[in-house]
C-alpha cells in the first residue's frame, strides 16, 4: 500500500495558463475525491467519483475546472486560464466507499500558485 | 447545511500540559464527526470519529473527543502533550451517510513548547 500519490507536488504558473494535477488513489479505492484547501482554511470539498462515474461536483468547481477518472482508477483536476484566486492546495482522497464514515485517505496535496 | 467552528486558530502548550482543542459543529441530522492531524509535509491523517454508539471516543497517539449534543461540540484532548503533537488539527462533520462527504473547520495549529 504505497498511499494516495499526487503530482506535481508544487506547480507554479502564470495567470491564463492551463495546469493538470494527477491524483493515484490506493489501489482498492473506488471512491475519490478532490479538496481544495486555502491558506488559512480547512479543505473544501470540490468533487467525487464512484470508479469512472463523477457523482458530485460542488458549486466551487467553475466551468473552468474539470476533473476525470476516466478507468476508474488515477484522476486528473484541469484548471483552465488560472486566475490568481486559483493558488491553493488542492487533496485528493480516496476510500472503498464500504469502509467507516468520513475514513477518507489524503494524499499530500498539489499546491498551486498563480503568478 | 453543515458547518463546524474551531475555537483558536492556534493554541500553544508546554510539553506535559493538557491538551484541548474545541469544535463545535451544526447539522441537520445527527452528525457523524471527525478529527484528522496534518504533520508538516503529510497528508491529512484520520485521528478518531464518532458515529453512532459511546460518546466518548479514542483515536491514535492518546487524543480521545467527546459528542455532546446538548452543546453540539466535539471537543479533542489529550492529557499529556508531546513535542510530536505539534501540527494542524482539523474537526469535521458529515450528515451525508453515502458520499461520505466531509464539511471540515479552518483549523487549529497546535504548537508544544517545551
Known amino acids: 500500500d504505497t498511499g494516495v500519490s499526487q503530482n506535481p507536488r508544487h506547480k507554479i504558473t502564470k495567470r491564463g495558463q492551463n495546469v493538470t494535477f494527477r491524483c493515484d488513489p490506493i489501489?482498492?479505492?473506488?471512491?475519490l475525491y478532490w479538496y481544495r484547501q486555502t491558506l488559512g482554511q480547512g479543505p473544501e470539498f470540490l468533487t467525487y467519483?464512484?470508479?469512472?462515474?463523477?457523482?458530485?461536483k460542488s458549486r466551487l468547481l467553475s466551468d473552468r475546472f474539470s476533473a476525470e477518472r476516466p478507468k476508474g482508477s488515477f484522476s486528473t483536476l484541469e484548471i483552465q486560464r488560472t486566475e490568481q484566486g486559483d493558488s491553493a492546495m488542492y487533496l485528493c482522497?480516496?476510500?472503498?466507499?464500504?469502509?467507516?464514515?468520513?475514513?477518507?485517505?489524503f494524499g499530500e496535496g498539489s499546491r498551486l500558485t498563480v503568478l | 447545511a453543515q458547518s463546524v467552528t474551531q475555537l483558536g486558530s492556534h493554541v500553544s502548550v508546554s510539553e506535559g500540559a493538557l491538551v484541548l482543542l474545541r469544535c463545535n459543529y451544526s447539522?441537520?441530522?445527527?452528525?457523524?464527526l471527525f478529527w484528522y492531524v496534518q504533520y508538516p509535509n503529510q497528508g491529512l491523517q484520520l485521528l478518531l470519529k464518532?458515529?453512532?454508539?459511546?460518546?466518548l471516543v479514542k483515536g491514535i497517539n492518546g487524543f480521545e473527543a467527546e459528542f455532546k449534543k446538548s452543546e453540539t461540540s466535539f471537543h479533542l484532548t489529550k492529557p499529556s502533550a508531546h513535542m510530536s503533537d505539534a501540527a494542524e488539527y482539523f474537526c469535521?462533520?458529515?450528515?451525508?451517510?453515502?458520499?461520505?462527504?466531509?464539511?471540515f473547520g479552518q483549523g487549529t495549529r497546535l504548537t508544544i513548547n517545551p
Open positions: 467519483f464512484q470508479n469512472e462515474a463523477q457523482l458530485e
Open positions: 489501489s482498492e479505492h473506488n471512491r
Open positions: 447539522s441537520s441530522v445527527p452528525p457523524y
Open positions: 469535521a462533520v458529515s450528515d451525508d451517510r453515502g458520499a461520505q462527504k466531509l464539511v
Open positions: 464518532y458515529t453512532t454508539g459511546a460518546t
Open positions: 482522497a480516496s476510500s472503498t466507499g464500504t469502509g467507516g464514515p468520513g475514513e477518507l485517505f
